[in-house]
């Protein structure tokens, strides 16, 4: 068996197609339903109103405000309180009393909600209210007077927005009356605005009152502070200016020192690195070499003498007089070069020794000086204590004096760190409920509740669907597909004369047992049936590649699923082409071809296979002018497995198959009972006929004990289809006879 391949775009869209009623049927009552519930609410008004809140934060003592805001630190854990309080319910009952809405019709209880669906829709949304409001109206039945419920009724009715990114709050009130909407939404606003400046003037009358606490001891601590310091100093002889100016020329005078011998380490450092130059008698490389014009110059004319030197001595003798002569003044400016770089050299070593002795003397007068200024501070260190805490006492003193005075004038000014940006305004339109944009989302959220139902439904749908399917799956060809004729018959009107065919002529007496569950094709008119079973009989035909089939067996999984009508109606599709053909009914447990074709099954297969009759004596022909012959089951006999596995079975179908061209049997259903099994090696070939609803997995496992007996499976039929069908998208129109049916007989050539 094949394995399913992975569903594509057209599987999906097929799916759609076959549940597009249902889609339809979710989309519209869900429609429905959203329709009569946006026509029974009551139109709801929202109110808007936009504030800027900035961040204020009286400072005491450097100190953040007496209200512990930390907004310094965490930005967003300020403007989330100020969202708090906005939501606060002390606001919302001072904001209730403010307006008398305790009177109010629109915040009466029974008025909470208007109409079914919205008191429906209340009753939800009060179970997922923030369970602080639920506790605070337990623990309180009444906030500054004002009932638990009427706050409750507020605060649902009040929606305070952050816009994320700025320091904007957006204040929302939603009720029925536009005019009340606005009306309540300023009032809030401004009961915020002035529950801010209450707080501030609190904040600024207590800082003021411990400031006053505050002060009188830091006088008294300034006076005790300075009363120590004069007694320390007259005990211990210390006059605090004399003080002072001795410890500033010492502080002055180490300072030049440092100074100083800093510069003189410096050029110590210098001069060392020179005289270790002088010491490797790397005397070009001294700065003083390098920067001396004089040397440079000599260095030049000694290059020159020697470079005419050389050149002359290249041509004349060493007694030469002028060569002589050349000779002797490179030996004066060599003598000049050397007395000049040793006059540099000596200066070097000279200012070096130079550089070190200051440099000893300088730090001898660094740590005096040290010495010095070490015992003067020991001397004054517990004068320098007391003169510091009388400076602290001082300051002190001094800063809570003017921060008292910036927070009584900072008191009587009415500031706010709120301001409206909008205010509100009676809204023209209605905020809920919005046909439109409701209407819109029930029919996108039910477009996706309807998809997904069908794909639900589709996945618990365990039938093939169409050919394609059926071949994926079972891994065999498709001989064919056979339309539901009841449907079609009843959905076309006028369709039964033209494509239908309730009797055959060559049949006398035939009157249909099954009514329209049994249909029969025509041999003389163009009909839907003759084509869907001529196109099977045409795929059995070159279904082998060497010679076609000539004994075939028709199986089906289980019962009902159309298999005798089908071989019947092959048979006559076979006779039409003039070759003997005999079905054969191998159904010996239900037997049912003789009760479709219209004849007795007194005896049949089953008095041949127990030696009773002859076949010549049980197989009878349909028909005056037809070619087709049947041998019907015959009696129901108690082993039938047996008999069709016996090797006088075998012997008949040999006979059959010398006397007729085809030979078509009618087999039990596979899985039930094992006859089929058995018979499908005794035949050519073997074709599944598999009908509407059939699970799948049920026809796989037919298919696979056919082939574990060795059969030879030469496809499958699928049986009833609906051409209507999404399934069958592409092949109602080969089967659509009716387009190019004419009155007069003829077939257009469209």
């Known amino acids: 068996m094949a394995d399913e391949r992975a569903p594509d775009l057209r599987d999906y869209m097929r ?64 403007f989330k309180t100020q969202e708090r309080i906005l939501q606060s319910r002390s606001l919302a009952a001072q904001v209730i009393r403010e307006l008398g809405l305790e009177s109010n019709p629109l915040f009466s209880p029974d008025a909470r909600e208007k109409g079914f669906v919205g008191g429906l829709l209340s009753e939800v949304s009060s179970l997922f209210t923030a369970a602080t409001t639920r506790t605070a109206s337990r623990t309180s039945s009444e906030t500054l007077g004002v009932s638990a419920d009427l706050i409750d009724l507020y605060n649902d009715r009040l929606a305070i927005k952050p816009e994320l990114g700025t320091r904007l709050f957006t204040v929302a009130f939603s009720i029925p009356d536009p005019a009340l909407a606005a009306q309540i939404t300023n009032a809030h606003v401004n009961a915020y605005i002035r529950r801010g400046m209450e707080l501030h003037a609190q904040a600024s009358e207590d800082a003021r009152k411990f400031l006053e606490k505050k002060l009188v001891e830091l006088k008294e601590r300034v006076e005790k502070s300075e009363a120590a310091l004069n007694d320390y100093r007259r005990e211990r002889g210390i006059v605090a200016f004399a003080l002072d100016t001795q410890g500033n020329i010492l502080n002055q005078r180490l300072t030049e020192l440092d100074q100083a011998l800093t510069k003189a380490e410096t050029e110590e450092i210098d001069l060392e690195a020179q005289d270790d ?5 790397n005397y070009n490389s001294l700065p003083a070499v390098i920067n001396s014009t004089l040397i440079q110059n000599l260095k030049e004319q000694d290059e020159l003498a020697e470079g005419q030197y050389a050149s ?32 540099v050299v000596e200066g070097i070593e000279s200012n070096y020794q130079t550089a070190v002795a200051r440099e000893n003397e300088l730090s001898k007068q660094v740590e005096l000086e040290k010495t010095k200024t070490l015992a003067l501070n020991d001397a004054s260190l517990q004068d320098a204590v007391l003169a510091r805490e009388v ?25 706010s760190n709120v301001s409206i940006i909008d205010a509100a305004s009676a809204p023209t339109r209605p905020s809920s409920p919005r046909p439109l944009l409701d209407l819109l989302l029930a029919g996108v959220a039910s477009l996706f509740c309807g998809v997904g139902l069908a794909f639900l439904l589709d996945h618990l749908d365990d039938s093939l669907h169409n050919p394609e399917e059926a071949e994926m799956y079972l891994g065999l060809a498709s001989l064919g597909s056979v339309p539901d004729f009841v449907l079609l018959d009843d959905e076309e009107d006028g369709a039964d004369d033209r494509l239908l065919s309730k009797t055959i002529p060559m049949i006398p007496d035939f009157s249909g047992a099954g009514g329209k569950e049994i249909v029969l094709i025509h041999g003389d008119r163009l009909s839907v049936a003759g084509e869907s079973y001529r196109a099977i009989r045409t795929a059995i035909l070159l279904s082998r590649a060497s010679e076609p089939p000539r004994t075939i067996m028709f199986a089906s999984s289980l019962k009902a699923e159309g298999k005798t009508i089908t071989a019947v109606n092959i048979a006559m599709t076979f006779a039409q ?30 008095e041949v296979l127990v030696g009773q009759k002859q076949l010549a004596d049980v197989i009878r022909t349909i028909g005056s002018r037809s070619s087709i012959s049947i041998l019907s089951a015959g009696t129901a006999p108690p082993n039938p497995t047996e008999l069709l596995a016996s090797e006088r079975m075998r012997d008949v179908m040999a006979e059959l198959r010398a006397q007729y061209d085809i030979v078509l049997i009618d087999a039990p259903p596979v899985m039930p009972v094992s006859d089929s099994v058995v018979m499908s090696r005794m035949v050519d070939g ?52 009716e387009d190019y049916y004419q009155p007069n007989g003829r077939v257009s050539q469209r």
């Open 277 to 281: 130059l002088v010491h490797k008698r």
């Open 577 to 606: 082409m003039g070759g003997r053909v005999l079905l054969i009914d191998g159904d010996l447990r239900r037997a049912r071809c003789h009760e479709v074709l219209g004849v007795h099954n007194r005896e049949g297969l089953t």
């Open 686 to 737: 073997v074709v599944m006929v598999i009908g509407p609803g059939t699970p799948k997995q049920l026809v796989r496992h037919a298919c696979g004990r056919l082939e574990q007996a060795g059969a030879k499976l030469l496809g499958l039929v699928l049986n009833q289809v609906n051409l209507k069908s999404p399934d069958f998208y592409h092949y109602n129109r080969y089967y659509a006879y």
């Open 312 to 343: 002359m001595s290249a041509q004349f003798k060493p007694d030469y007089p002028p060569l002589k002569e050349l000779k002797a003044k490179v030996d004066e400016i060599r003598e000049r070069l050397r007395g000049e770089i040793r006059h």
């Open 15 to 78: 799916i759609i197609r076959r549940h597009l009623k249902l889609i339809a049927t979710v989309i519209g009552g869900a429609l429905l339903v959203t329709a009569l519930a946006v026509l029974s609410m009551t139109p709801i008004y929202t109110a808007r109103s936009t504030i800027l809140v900035e961040e204020h934060a009286p400072q005491v003592l450097d100190m953040h405000d007496l209200l512990a805001d930390q907004a310094d630190s965490d930005e967003h854990d300020y």
């Open 391 to 415: 400076d602290a006492s001082r300051q002190l003193y001094k800063s809570v004096l003017e921060r008292m005075k910036e927070i009584g004038v900072a008191g009587e000014v009415t500031t």
